[in-house]
């Protein structure tokens, strides 16, 4: 029998915080998601108490765990500053852990270069694929660029970063569970020969993700961290659009190799990707190019091209920026059908002009990542009062 959110409370009402209340009265609980045995919460705190805060999130686990019927339980602890309390953002506990040995934390002056963020076991490189807005593609885009790799001869995964509305599941029409892997890694799902991985896998289509920033951050870490992608070449990361939690989650924790902006032709989507292409190198991410999506459109019955958003705007404020133009994709019936019926076009329908395209962008990518450099330092994020 699956178990349910109140057995799960039940169970966590027996634990104590470390001020000695029950941890269900203590006010840090997040709203507990229960999917096919799968458990996932967040214990949000002050920032000061996080030290205190770690063994009761190991009891916590383990309690959810004792539960007849859970398969597996991610519990995050995530920290806050108290309000007014602005700074300096606390360093990511790679270096944190570095403060504390051998230099005593103390760096002099003597221009030590920072620690880069550590990379995913086994992936050679990251790419994030971004918008600074939502509803130009970036998705679609994101699916076929990877298959357009993977034709390549690469081998390829997808990261669905967006935790707030995961496209994976609709674009690859995949209901399936990921697995687990003793009990402590998830085996991510293979579709198309591609390996992917979405917090929709794990939650049921309609079910609300209620979760604060730090939550989200903590998942899409532990999706990088404690996921088994095996050997890949490349792994495309599925941003949500904007410049928020998620995207300085990525620039801190992986060293991306780079970064590829989706936008569409009309100034209004222009003025996003702009603020997506300066918040990406201004934490040291480079560029790879810009994609312009719904560039034009066929008529499929007379043939007149209609430029419903205008046309060439990507490819102007590439050269404008000094980034790649990477290519352009049209606004066409095939590609949406195929998308919302997740048989991603370059995957279904090889030989087709808009595959060919895909292909393309995929062809400059790969050009792109082979001058990229890999390894960089982890951007310095600091609150400016």
Request: with cysteine; hydrophobic share 45%; charged share 20%.
């Amino acid at each position: 029998m699956a178990p349910t959110k109140e057995q799960i409370l039940d169970r966590l009402a027996t634990v104590a915080a470390p001020d000695g209340r029950k941890v269900t009265e203590s006010g840090a609980l997040s709203e507990i998601v229960v999917s096919d045995g799968k458990v996932f919460f967040s214990l949000s705190v002050d920032a000061a108490a996080v030290k205190a805060w770690e063994p009761v999130r190991k009891q916590v686990e383990d309690a959810v765990k004792s539960v007849s019927g859970v398969v597996s339980a991610m519990v995050a602890l995530t920290a806050e500053r108290a309000g007014g309390q602005v700074g300096r953002a606390a360093p990511p506990p790679a270096a944190a852990r570095a403060q504390g040995q051998g230099g005593h934390g103390h760096d002099h002056g003597q221009g030590r270069a920072p620690a880069g963020p550590s990379g995913v076991p086994g992936v050679k490189a990251i790419i994030a694929v971004a918008s600074g807005k939502g509803g130009v593609g970036k998705s679609t885009t994101s699916i076929n660029l990877a298959l357009g790799l993977r034709d390549l001869g690469l081998k390829v995964g997808v990261l669905d970063a967006d935790i707030y509305g995961p496209s994976l599941p609709k674009l690859l029409a995949i209901k399936e569970k990921p697995q687990t892997i003793g009990g402590t890694r998830l085996k991510p799902i293979e579709r198309y020969g591609l390996t992917v991985m979405s917090i929709g896998f794990l939650i049921e289509e309609e079910t609300p993700m209620i979760w604060r920033g730090p939550m989200v951050m903590s998942a899409l870490t532990q999706m990088l961290r404690e996921v088994a992608w095996g050997e890949l070449d490349v792994m495309v990361v599925d941003m949500p659009p904007g410049t928020g939690d998620a995207q300085l989650t990525m620039a801190q924790q992986v060293p991306l190799a780079g970064a590829i902006i989706v936008s569409t032709p009309q100034d209004l989507a222009l003025i996003d990707a702009r603020r997506g292409i300066a918040m990406f190198q201004r934490v040291n991410v480079p560029i790879l190019g810009v994609v312009e999506n719904m560039s034009y459109f066929l008529c499929p019955s007379c043939g007149t091209r209609s430029d419903i958003f205008g046309h060439g705007g990507a490819r102007k404020e590439a050269e404008r920026l000094k980034v790649p133009f990477l290519g352009e994709v049209p606004l066409d019936m095939a590609i949406r059908e195929t998308s919302d019926s997740g048989l991603p076009i370059v995957a279904t329908q090889p030989d087709s002009a808009h595959a060919k395209a895909y292909r393309a962008i995929a062809e400059n990518v790969r050009s792109a990542l082979s001058g990229a450099g890999a390894a960089r330092a982890a951007p310095k994020i600091v609150i400016e009062a």
